[in-house]
């Protein structure tokens, strides 16, 4: 894809997003998906590939945030009666818990009328997940980092500063 105009030493990143921009400009998704069906399996495909990368995400700011006290779960594909397709990993703590705010969140989100599948949090919009391999998913990570720590950021501006266990000791 460095042939379309773009340097061949991109960051991964960036990579994603030109072949996000690249499948728009195409009509396709990945190297050949054009039908919906083959787009939902390169979907299913993108979120095996990232579940390790969400997860250890969420992890770390369990470990270091919230003392690990959280607790990290996710879900498989799951299909809403409109046809959107999701994956969910949230980090729940018993703080958030306490205020009834959302975990934090990182969703992999296929919409039923979108072109191609995008990464979200909670609070956080939409990210292009274009995601066709585990060195694709190993490079999201500082992306599922940001959405979380955006989410954890508007979290507490959703509550206060107390639902991070660490900002509470030693005061």
Request: zero cysteines; hydrophobic letters at 45%; charged letters at 20%.
């Amino acid at each position: 894809m460095a042939s379309d105009s773009f340097p061949a030493a991109l960051p991964a990143h960036l990579l994603a997003l030109q072949r996000h921009f690249i499948d728009l400009r195409d009509g396709r998704h990945g190297d050949s998906a054009v039908s919906r069906e083959d787009k939902e399996r390169l979907f299913a495909e993108a979120v095996g590939f990232l579940d390790p990368y969400a997860r250890q995400t969420l992890e770390e700011i369990n470990e270091s945030l919230l003392l690990a006290t959280g607790t990290v779960t996710a879900t498989w594909l799951l299909r809403s009666a409109s046809g959107d397709l999701n994956a969910t990993w949230t980090l729940s703590w018993p703080e958030q818990l306490e205020r009834r705010i959302q975990p934090i969140t990182l969703e992999a989100f296929f919409g039923s009328t979108f072109h191609h599948p995008h990464l979200r949090g909670a609070t956080v919009g939409n990210w292009p997940l274009n995601v066709f391999s585990r060195d694709d998913a190993e490079g999201e990570l500082p992306i599922l980092r940001a959405i979380a720590s955006a989410d954890l950021h508007n979290l507490v501006f959703q509550s206060d500063y107390r639902i991070i266990p660490a900002i509470m000791i030693n005061r």
